[in-house]
T-cell receptor, first 114, second 114 residues
Framework: NAGVTQTPKFQVLKTGQSMTLQCAQD?????MSWYRQDPGMGLRLIHY???????DQGEVPNGYNVSRSTTEDFPLRLLSAAPSQTSVYFC?????????????FGPGTRLTVT | GEDVEQSLFLSVREGDSSVINCTYT??????LYWYKQEPGAGLQLLTY?????DMKQDQRLTVLLNKKDKHLSLRIADTQTGDSAIYFC??????????????FGKGTKLSVIP
């Protein structure tokens, strides 16, 4: 199993540009989530999905869109990048009914918006 | 919802013990977790404890749980430079039928001085 994969690893955008951060998992997990990590702020949940076709907002959803057309993929779209979106983005997945609960994380995408 | 608090920094000398502390608010959590994030990487599950346990030992790691005070700690014995990382405390918010979302603390950055 590759686990959770994310592309790209690094990205530099200019203010106003759009882009999509890709996330895929091969563990047949129902749940997938996007977090951003900023110094001193920990991990903040952006959006999450409980299955194909179902998404919901987390703590900091503004400026980001998601969709979940398949179980495996959960892309995160930045519609018009802003410097405040400079961060490290992590995708994570977990199954339902596992014991104990464990969330699996991708390696992250480091995004800089100038 | 769940709230998880932990201090942001800890510095120890190589060979000493490290103790990282965490408090949480939701006493119904079945498990409590410690995740480790090494530089430039995603989070990985380090260890966990069942909420009906007071202590769990796993090689150099000891997890202590005080349910009355809602306090969790992670002790690393004989701390090595390779233990330098950010450690996250996490508690699940359970929605029923095995579905959940983890709430993370802000992370404690452990620096090990050679």
């Amino acid at each position: 199993n590759a686990g959770v994969t994310q592309t790209p690893k690094f990205q530099v955008l200019k203010t106003g540009q759009s882009m999509t951060l890709q996330c895929a998992q091969d563990m047949n997990h129902e749940y997938m989530s996007w977090y951003r990590q900023d110094p001193g702020m920990g991990l903040r949940l952006i959006h999450y999905s409980v299955g194909a076709g179902i998404t919901d907002q987390g703590e900091v959803p503004n400026g980001y869109n998601v969709s979940r057309s398949t179980t495996e993929d959960f892309p995160l779209r930045l519609l018009s990048a802003a410097p405040s979106q400079t961060s490290v983005y992590f995708c994570a997945s977990h199954g339902v009914g596992e014991d104990p609960y464990e969330q699996y994380f991708g390696p992250g995408t480091r995004l800089t918006v100038t | 919802g769940e709230d998880v608090e932990q201090s942001l920094f800890l510095s120890v000398r190589e060979g000493d013990s490290s103790v990282i502390n965490c408090t949480y608010t939701d006493s119904s959590s079945t498990y409590l977790y410690w995740y480790k994030q090494e530089p430039g990487a995603g989070l990985q599950l380090l260890t966990y404890i069942l909420s009906n346990m007071d202590m769990k030992q796993d090689q150099r790691l000891t997890v202590l749980l005080n349910k009355k005070d809602k306090h969790l700690s992670l002790r690393i014995a004989d701390t090595q430079t390779g233990d330098s990382a950010i450690y996250f405390c996490a508690a699940p918010e359970v929605y029923g039928a095995g579905s959940y979302q983890l709430t993370f603390g802000k992370g404690t950055k452990l620096s090990v001085i050679p």
